[in-house]
């Protein structure tokens, strides 16, 4: 009877220890499955995509922000928003690097900041794409995207003109955020190309800075409507300078002898342009900056998709009284790159 006892248990054991091993077979079978690459049922490793911006918190770049934000959830993937406080082409330097030793898989950012780290980024196999001021000696960028400066320049002349008597001589004054970057100088150089061929004649009498920052921009233009008081057009090529230039005008009491341009649809260039104080703004799809941009990166990563041309117009347009209500929807349409 105690042997038979003894086989019974005996038996018991093995077969015990046959069930335990099939289950741990059938677990790391599991495992390996759900593990690794696109396979039936498996995970992608997600995609992880640094903006690196040229301003963190500035209002027109927020609306690229979440343009980015929403690009990123609607794709699942780790999206990193981040930048500078203020304008500095070192630390933009410093945040590419710190992408790349983090093997992001791409990066979007802006021309303040320097070719050679941007050029770094893609050597090790990451994949960039610049929107509002290009590089065009960066070599192996996926794409730009931004304004078209020439026909930006053409919009502003053509809505001055109608303001401006053919007769009467335009003499301006510009004030742009800085001049450190090619973007910047472009822009300026497009502005007063397309206006000297105002038939009254077009003068130049000054260029300022306004950092992005719209005291220093008011303090700017303070300055230059006492130096020069001849000013008739004022042409801003930021997204605070607008605002700025008002703010010195009626502090002056001269508003309504400007012609006052802008560019960017903040909330505060929208509201002056209802009111009257500025004529227009010039804008493009800062939403689409975060939003097609993370897009454009997706598409070539996972499907490798390519875009049929390395610059591309992001929608230049200008806002005006007539089309302040109903322009918006129009900067939020996507365009795919093409099928590979």
Same mark, same amino acid.
């Given at each position: 009877?105690?042997?038979?006892?003894?086989?019974?248990?005996?038996?018991?054991?093995?077969?015990?220890?046959?069930? +335990?091993?099939?289950?741990? @077979?059938?677990?790391?079978?599991?495992?390996?499955?759900?593990?690794?690459?696109?396979?039936?049922?498996?995970?992608?490793?997600? $995609?992880?995509?640094?903006?690196?911006?040229?301003?963190?918190?500035?209002?027109?770049?927020?609306?690229?922000?979440? *343009?980015?934000? @929403?690009?990123?959830?609607?794709?699942?993937?780790?999206?990193?928003?981040? *930048?500078?406080?203020?304008?500095?082409?070192?630390?933009?330097?410093? !945040?590419?690097? @710190?992408?790349?030793?983090?093997?992001?898989?791409?990066?979007?950012?802006?021309?303040?900041?320097?070719?050679?780290? !941007?050029?770094?980024?893609?050597?090790?196999?990451?994949?960039? $794409?610049?929107?509002?001021?290009?590089?065009?000696?960066?070599? *192996?960028?996926?794409?730009?995207?931004?304004?078209?400066?020439?026909?930006?320049?053409?919009?502003?002349?053509?809505?001055?003109?109608?303001?401006?008597?053919?007769?009467?001589?335009?003499?301006?004054?510009?004030? +742009?955020?800085?001049?450190?970057?090619?973007?910047?100088?472009?822009?300026?150089?497009?502005?007063?190309?397309?206006?000297?061929?105002?038939?009254?004649?077009?003068?130049?009498?000054?260029?300022?800075?306004?950092?992005?920052?719209?005291? =220093?921009?008011?303090?700017?233009?303070?300055?230059?409507?006492?130096?020069?008081?001849?000013?008739?057009?004022?042409?801003?090529?930021?997204?605070?300078?607008?605002?700025?230039?008002?703010?010195?005008?009626?502090?002056?009491?001269? =508003?309504?002898?400007?012609?006052?341009?802008?560019?960017?649809?903040?909330? &505060?260039?929208?509201?002056?342009?209802? &009111?009257?104080?500025?004529?227009?703004?010039?804008?493009?799809?800062?939403?689409?900056?975060?939003?097609?941009?993370?897009?454009? !990166?997706?598409?070539?990563?996972?499907?490798?998709?390519?875009? &049929?041309?390395?610059?591309?117009?992001?929608?230049?347009?200008?806002?005006?009284?007539?089309?302040?209500?109903?322009?918006?929807?129009?900067?939020?349409?996507?365009?795919?790159?093409? &099928?590979?």
């Amino acid at each position: 009877m105690k042997k038979l006892l003894a086989l019974l248990l005996a038996l018991s054991m093995v077969f015990a220890m046959a069930a +335990c091993g099939g289950n741990n @077979t059938a677990n790391n079978g599991a495992a390996n499955n759900g593990s690794g690459d696109t396979g039936d049922g498996g995970d992608a490793e997600q $995609l992880h995509f640094v903006y690196v911006s040229p301003l963190l918190s500035h209002p027109i770049w927020l609306i690229a922000k979440e *343009g980015f934000e @929403t690009a990123c959830d609607e794709l699942g993937i780790q999206g990193d928003w981040v *930048g500078p406080q203020g304008l500095s082409s070192e630390e933009m330097a410093q !945040l590419v690097d @710190t992408a790349v030793a983090q093997e992001a898989d791409a990066i979007i950012s802006q021309s303040i900041c320097p070719v050679q780290p !941007l050029q770094n980024a893609i050597d090790a196999g990451v994949k960039v $794409l610049l929107v509002d001021g290009d590089h065009a000696d960066l070599e *192996g960028r996926l794409a730009y995207l931004g304004k078209d400066l020439n026909k930006q320049a053409e919009l502003m002349y053509e809505e001055v003109a109608k303001v401006i008597p053919e007769d009467e001589k335009i003499v301006m004054s510009i004030q +742009c955020a800085d001049l450190t970057s090619q973007f910047y100088v472009d822009q300026n150089n497009a502005v007063e190309e397309v206006f000297s061929k105002h038939p009254g004649g077009f003068e130049l009498v000054n260029t300022t800075l306004s950092k992005s920052d719209k005291a =220093t921009g008011t303090n700017e233009w303070l300055n230059t409507f006492n130096t020069y008081p001849d000013v008739n057009v004022c042409i801003n090529l930021a997204a605070e300078a607008a605002s700025a230039c008002v703010t010195a005008a009626d502090e002056l009491g001269i =508003t309504d002898q400007l012609t006052i341009v802008g560019v960017d649809d903040t909330d &505060e260039n929208l509201a002056l342009l209802r &009111e009257g104080k500025i004529l227009c703004t010039s804008v493009v799809s800062f939403w689409n900056y975060g939003y097609q941009a993370a897009y454009w !990166l997706y598409q070539n990563i996972t499907e490798g998709r390519v875009p &049929e041309q390395v610059v591309n117009d992001a929608g230049t347009m200008m806002v005006t009284q007539e089309n302040v209500d109903t322009y918006n929807e129009l900067l939020k349409v996507k365009v795919d790159l093409p &099928e590979a």
